[in-house]
Protein backbone atom coordinates (compact mmCIF):
# COMPACT_ATOMS: atom_id res chain seq x y z
CA UNK A 1 0.00 0.00 0.00
CA UNK A 2 2.76 1.83 0.92
CA UNK A 3 4.10 1.94 -2.78
CA UNK A 4 1.00 2.08 -4.48
CA UNK A 5 0.70 5.45 -2.68
CA UNK A 6 3.96 6.28 -3.42
CA UNK A 7 5.14 7.18 0.07
CA UNK A 8 7.94 5.30 0.25
CA UNK A 9 9.42 8.41 -1.82
CA UNK A 10 8.94 10.43 1.28
CA UNK A 11 11.80 10.97 3.51
CA UNK A 12 11.72 12.53 6.71
CA UNK A 13 13.26 15.74 5.74
CA UNK A 14 10.64 16.18 2.81
CA UNK A 15 8.12 19.25 3.80
CA UNK A 16 4.77 18.06 5.14
CA UNK A 17 3.31 21.65 5.38
CA UNK A 18 3.48 25.37 5.32
CA UNK A 19 2.42 27.33 8.21
CA UNK A 20 2.30 31.12 8.03
CA UNK A 21 3.40 33.23 10.72
CA UNK A 22 1.00 36.29 12.14
CA UNK A 23 3.70 38.91 10.45
CA UNK A 24 4.37 40.22 14.01
CA UNK A 25 7.94 40.38 13.41
CA UNK A 26 7.41 41.90 9.75
CA UNK A 27 5.77 40.49 6.62
CA UNK A 28 4.26 36.84 6.94
CA UNK A 29 6.52 33.90 6.30
CA UNK A 30 5.96 30.78 5.11
CA UNK A 31 7.19 27.95 7.88
CA UNK A 32 8.44 24.89 6.04
CA UNK A 33 7.80 22.04 8.50
CA UNK A 34 8.88 18.76 7.90
CA UNK A 35 7.95 14.88 8.43
CA UNK A 36 9.89 14.69 10.83
CA UNK A 37 8.90 18.03 12.45
CA UNK A 38 5.40 17.03 13.29
CA UNK A 39 6.38 13.25 13.90
CA UNK A 40 9.14 14.44 17.03
CA UNK A 41 6.40 16.75 18.19
CA UNK A 42 3.49 14.21 18.45
CA UNK A 43 6.45 11.77 20.01
CA UNK A 44 6.60 14.39 22.43
CA UNK A 45 3.57 14.59 23.54
CA UNK A 46 3.03 11.11 23.84
CA UNK A 47 5.60 11.31 26.76
CA UNK A 48 4.49 14.02 28.38
CA UNK A 49 0.24 13.88 28.31
CA UNK A 50 0.29 9.91 27.45
CA UNK A 51 -2.79 10.19 25.53
CA UNK A 52 -5.33 7.15 26.20
CA UNK A 53 -7.97 5.78 24.02
CA UNK A 54 -10.85 7.52 26.14
CA UNK A 55 -8.90 10.55 26.05
CA UNK A 56 -10.43 13.37 23.84
CA UNK A 57 -9.02 16.45 22.72
CA UNK A 58 -11.60 19.43 22.08
CA UNK A 59 -9.86 21.12 18.61
CA UNK A 60 -10.80 24.59 19.04
CA UNK A 61 -7.27 26.06 17.36
CA UNK A 62 -7.38 25.84 13.75
CA UNK A 63 -5.51 24.41 11.32
CA UNK A 64 -3.81 27.18 9.66
CA UNK A 65 -1.86 27.77 13.13
CA UNK A 66 1.01 25.10 13.92
CA UNK A 67 -0.28 24.22 17.34
CA UNK A 68 -3.75 23.07 15.78
CA UNK A 69 -2.07 21.54 12.57
CA UNK A 70 0.77 19.50 14.90
CA UNK A 71 -1.07 18.63 17.99
CA UNK A 72 -4.61 18.79 17.09
CA UNK A 73 -4.74 17.02 13.97
CA UNK A 74 -2.19 14.94 13.65
CA UNK A 75 -2.26 13.89 17.54
CA UNK A 76 -5.27 11.81 17.11
CA UNK A 77 -4.07 10.23 13.47
CA UNK A 78 -0.61 9.23 14.86
CA UNK A 79 -1.90 7.86 18.38
CA UNK A 80 -4.49 6.39 20.16
CA UNK A 81 -7.05 9.45 21.12
CA UNK A 82 -9.75 10.79 19.45
CA UNK A 83 -10.76 14.54 18.85
CA UNK A 84 -13.79 16.42 18.59
CA UNK A 85 -13.58 19.53 16.34
CA UNK A 86 -15.49 23.22 16.35
CA UNK A 87 -14.70 24.85 13.09
CA UNK A 88 -15.88 28.17 14.07
CA UNK A 89 -13.88 30.72 16.21
CA UNK A 90 -12.51 29.64 19.78
CA UNK A 91 -14.25 32.44 21.25
CA UNK A 92 -17.91 30.84 20.54
CA UNK A 93 -18.02 29.62 23.70
CA UNK A 94 -21.31 28.21 24.08
CA UNK A 95 -20.56 26.06 20.87
CA UNK A 96 -17.10 24.90 22.96
CA UNK A 97 -19.18 24.22 25.89
CA UNK A 98 -21.75 22.15 23.78
CA UNK A 99 -18.93 20.34 21.99
CA UNK A 100 -17.08 19.48 25.06
CA UNK A 101 -20.07 18.07 27.01
CA UNK A 102 -21.29 15.85 24.42
CA UNK A 103 -17.75 14.53 23.33
CA UNK A 104 -16.15 13.91 27.15
CA UNK A 105 -13.40 16.06 26.00
CA UNK A 106 -10.80 15.76 28.32
CA UNK A 107 -7.49 17.18 26.49
CA UNK A 108 -8.11 21.35 25.80
CA UNK A 109 -5.30 23.49 24.31
CA UNK A 110 -6.05 26.89 24.45
CA UNK A 111 -4.70 30.67 25.31
CA UNK A 112 -4.99 32.49 29.22
CA UNK A 113 -7.84 34.98 27.05
CA UNK A 114 -9.80 31.83 25.98
CA UNK A 115 -9.80 30.15 29.36
CA UNK A 116 -10.87 33.78 30.67
CA UNK A 117 -13.99 33.55 28.13
CA UNK A 118 -14.61 29.97 29.20
CA UNK A 119 -14.52 30.75 32.89
CA UNK A 120 -16.97 33.61 32.75
CA UNK A 121 -19.27 31.80 30.48
CA UNK A 122 -19.10 28.02 30.64
CA UNK A 123 -20.95 26.16 33.39
CA UNK A 124 -19.05 24.31 35.77
CA UNK A 125 -20.67 20.65 34.46
CA UNK A 126 -19.84 21.96 30.91
CA UNK A 127 -16.08 21.45 31.22
CA UNK A 128 -16.35 18.77 33.76
CA UNK A 129 -14.50 16.57 31.69
CA UNK A 130 -11.35 17.88 31.43
CA UNK A 131 -7.95 16.42 32.47
CA UNK A 132 -5.57 18.36 30.85
CA UNK A 133 -5.29 21.78 30.15
CA UNK A 134 -2.41 23.32 28.63
CA UNK A 135 -1.96 26.96 27.84
CA UNK A 136 0.40 28.97 25.63
CA UNK A 137 0.71 31.90 23.69
CA UNK A 138 0.36 34.54 26.54
CA UNK A 139 1.14 34.05 30.04
CA UNK A 140 -0.65 32.44 32.42
CA UNK A 141 -1.59 33.87 35.72
CA UNK A 142 -1.35 31.92 38.75
CA UNK A 143 -5.02 33.93 39.71
CA UNK A 144 -6.38 32.25 36.44
CA UNK A 145 -5.50 29.07 37.31
CA UNK A 146 -6.86 29.22 40.60
CA UNK A 147 -9.89 30.45 39.45
CA UNK A 148 -10.32 28.05 36.56
CA UNK A 149 -9.61 25.33 39.01
CA UNK A 150 -12.04 26.66 41.74
CA UNK A 151 -15.21 26.18 38.75
CA UNK A 152 -14.13 23.71 37.13
CA UNK A 153 -12.09 21.71 39.48
CA UNK A 154 -8.84 20.98 36.67
CA UNK A 155 -6.03 23.46 36.83
CA UNK A 156 -4.29 24.84 33.59
CA UNK A 157 -0.54 24.17 33.38
CA UNK A 158 1.58 26.38 30.64
CA UNK A 159 3.74 25.63 27.91
CA UNK A 160 5.52 27.50 25.18
CA UNK A 161 6.12 27.00 21.43
CA UNK A 162 6.04 28.95 18.44
CA UNK A 163 5.57 28.21 14.60
CA UNK A 164 9.38 27.83 13.70
CA UNK A 165 9.29 24.94 16.28
CA UNK A 166 6.46 23.02 15.18
CA UNK A 167 5.46 24.18 17.87
CA UNK A 168 6.38 22.58 20.97
CA UNK A 169 9.25 23.49 23.09
CA UNK A 170 8.69 22.89 26.62
CA UNK A 171 5.27 22.56 28.78
CA UNK A 172 4.48 21.61 32.30
CA UNK A 173 3.34 17.93 32.79
CA UNK A 174 -0.50 17.81 34.15
CA UNK A 175 -0.42 16.16 37.63
CA UNK A 176 -2.80 13.36 36.22
CA UNK A 177 -0.43 12.62 33.68
CA UNK A 178 3.12 12.67 35.38
CA UNK A 179 4.97 9.34 35.60
CA UNK A 180 8.29 10.70 36.97
CA UNK A 181 9.44 10.96 39.97
CA UNK A 182 11.42 13.57 40.24
CA UNK A 183 9.57 17.26 39.54
CA UNK A 184 7.90 18.07 36.10
CA UNK A 185 5.48 21.01 36.91
CA UNK A 186 6.75 24.27 37.95
CA UNK A 187 3.59 27.32 37.88
CA UNK A 188 5.42 30.08 37.30
CA UNK A 189 7.54 28.73 34.38
CA UNK A 190 6.89 27.52 30.78
CA UNK A 191 8.32 23.81 31.90
CA UNK A 192 11.42 22.04 30.67
CA UNK A 193 12.10 21.66 27.25
CA UNK A 194 10.46 18.06 25.85
CA UNK A 195 11.75 15.19 24.82
CA UNK A 196 15.20 15.75 22.51
CA UNK A 197 14.86 19.45 22.55
CA UNK A 198 17.70 21.62 24.35
CA UNK A 199 17.43 25.32 25.01
CA UNK A 200 20.29 27.85 25.93
CA UNK A 201 19.90 31.28 26.91
CA UNK A 202 22.64 33.46 25.25
CA UNK A 203 23.86 37.22 25.47
CA UNK A 204 21.81 38.58 22.64
CA UNK A 205 24.97 40.70 21.69
CA UNK A 206 27.74 37.87 21.77
CA UNK A 207 25.90 34.59 22.19
CA UNK A 208 27.94 33.73 25.09
CA UNK A 209 25.94 31.71 26.92
CA UNK A 210 24.68 33.14 30.51
CA UNK A 211 24.71 30.73 33.64
CA UNK A 212 21.63 29.47 35.01
CA UNK A 213 19.23 31.86 36.28
CA UNK A 214 20.17 34.88 34.36
CA UNK A 215 18.19 35.92 31.50
CA UNK A 216 19.79 36.24 28.03
CA UNK A 217 18.52 35.50 24.54
CA UNK A 218 16.23 32.16 24.27
CA UNK A 219 17.97 29.90 21.96
CA UNK A 220 16.75 26.08 20.77
CA UNK A 221 17.99 23.09 19.08
CA UNK A 222 16.55 20.07 17.96
CA UNK A 223 14.18 17.83 15.55
CA UNK A 224 11.46 20.20 15.88
CA UNK A 225 13.49 23.36 14.60
CA UNK A 226 11.41 23.96 10.97
CA UNK A 227 13.27 23.53 7.34
CA UNK A 228 13.63 27.23 6.65
CA UNK A 229 11.54 30.11 5.26
CA UNK A 230 9.30 29.27 2.24
CA UNK A 231 11.48 31.02 -0.71
CA UNK A 232 13.45 33.33 2.05
CA UNK A 233 17.31 31.98 2.74
CA UNK A 234 18.01 35.42 3.89
CA UNK A 235 15.30 35.49 6.74
CA UNK A 236 16.04 31.61 7.51
CA UNK A 237 20.02 33.06 8.00
CA UNK A 238 18.76 35.63 10.43
CA UNK A 239 17.27 33.25 12.84
CA UNK A 240 19.85 30.84 12.74
CA UNK A 241 23.16 30.77 14.76
CA UNK A 242 25.17 27.52 14.77
CA UNK A 243 22.28 25.08 14.27
CA UNK A 244 20.24 26.76 17.15
CA UNK A 245 16.83 28.61 16.51
CA UNK A 246 17.33 32.07 17.69
CA UNK A 247 13.55 33.27 19.32
CA UNK A 248 13.74 36.76 19.98
CA UNK A 249 12.24 36.16 23.35
CA UNK A 250 13.87 36.85 26.81
CA UNK A 251 13.97 33.98 29.35
CA UNK A 252 16.28 32.42 31.85
CA UNK A 253 16.53 28.57 32.81
CA UNK A 254 16.36 27.61 36.31
CA UNK A 255 18.73 24.85 38.41
CA UNK A 256 15.91 22.89 37.59
CA UNK A 257 15.96 23.27 33.66
CA UNK A 258 12.47 25.17 33.98
Given at each position: ?????????????D?A??????G???????V????????????????????????????I??????????????????????A????????????????????????????????????????????????V???????????????????F?I?????Y?????S??V????P????R????????????????????????????????????????I??????K???????E?A????DG??I????????TD?F
Amino acid sequence: LDRILGLHHIRGDDVATIIFTSGSTGMPKGVMLTHHNIATNIEAVDQIVHPRPSDSVLGIVPFFHSLGFTITLWGPLLLDFRAAYHVGHPTDTRIVAKLARMRSASILLATATFLRMYLRRCDPEELSSLEVVVAGAEKLPISLCDAFEKKFGIRPVEGYGTTELSPLVSVNVPPSRSRSATIDMKEGSVGRPVWSVSAKIVDPDTFEEMPLGTPGMLLIKGPNVMKGYLGQPEETAKVMHDGWYITGDIAMIDTDGF
